[in-house]
């Protein structure tokens, strides 16, 4: 069991430019988590997909993020038009079911500069 | 909306002492409760959980949790060096799955 595993893990990107991050999750979870970390605000809540199906994203910046789950093996973060203050560790995680422990991956790094 | 404190933010310990850490909540609709452990540079990994009033405890760990005062806690026992990491707190209600975590308290315990 690799565990929950999201590529890459830093990024660098400069103000404007596009940036998707990827995560696979552990097979056979049924949930995929997306967080953001920062020192300031903490682990803060972005969406979720539970088999495949968009159910929460109240966290999401509305206008330049997104996020889809095509297959059940991986799910994508997009960032559009990317600003400084997108820089974080972006992690997902996914869990087996509503009670169980969140699986996290190690994140991946963004720098925006 | 569900809102997540910890306390306190940062603590500094000997080899061998009791630590103890606070979390509140806001939703009296909370079940779940979790604490996560993230050593530097590393992901969030879950500790212990809870899903009753009352204690549990594992090993060195033990949950206290009082949803009437919406209050649980995480203490360590006999602290350890190796336990030296950011502590999240983590509550969930029934109507939903996301975890909503606290701020961190972050533990460094000295030889």
């Known amino acids: 069991n690799a565990g929950v595993i999201q590529t890459p893990r830093h990024k660098v990107t400069g103000k404007g430019q596009e940036a998707t991050l990827w995560c696979e999750p552990i097979s056979g979870h049924s949930a995929v988590f997306w967080y953001r970390q920062t020192i300031v605000q903490g682990l803060e809540f972005l969406t979720y997909?539970?088999?495949?199906?968009?159910?929460?994203d109240s966290g999401m910046p509305k206008e330049r993020f997104s996020a889809q789950m095509p297959n059940q093996s991986h799910s994508t973060l997009k960032i559009q038009s990317t600003q400084p203050q997108d820089s974080a560790v972006y992690l997902c995680?996914?869990?087996?079911?509503?009670?169980?422990?969140?699986?996290f991956g190690s994140g991946t790094r963004l720098l925006v500069i | 909306q569900q809102n997540v404190q910890q306390s306190p933010e940062s603590l500094i310990v000997p080899e061998g002492a009791r630590t103890s850490l606070n979390c509140t909540f806001s939703?009296?609709?909370?079940?779940y409760f979790w604490w996560y452990r993230q050593h530097s540079g590393k992901a969030p990994k879950a500790l212990m959980s809870i899903f009753s009033n009352g204690e549990k405890e594992e090993g060195r760990f033990t949950i206290h949790l009082n949803k009437a005062s919406l209050h649980f806690s995480l203490h360590i026992r006999d602290s350890q060096p190796s336990d030296s990491a950011l502590y999240l707190c983590a509550v969930r209600t029934s109507s939903g799955q996301k975890l909503v975590f606290g701020q961190g308290t972050i533990l460094k315990v000295y030889l």
């Open positions: 995680a996914s869990s087996h079911s509503s009670n169980s422990d969140y699986t």
């Open positions: 997909f539970r088999n495949q199906a968009p159910i929460d």
């Open positions: 939703d009296s609709a909370s079940q």
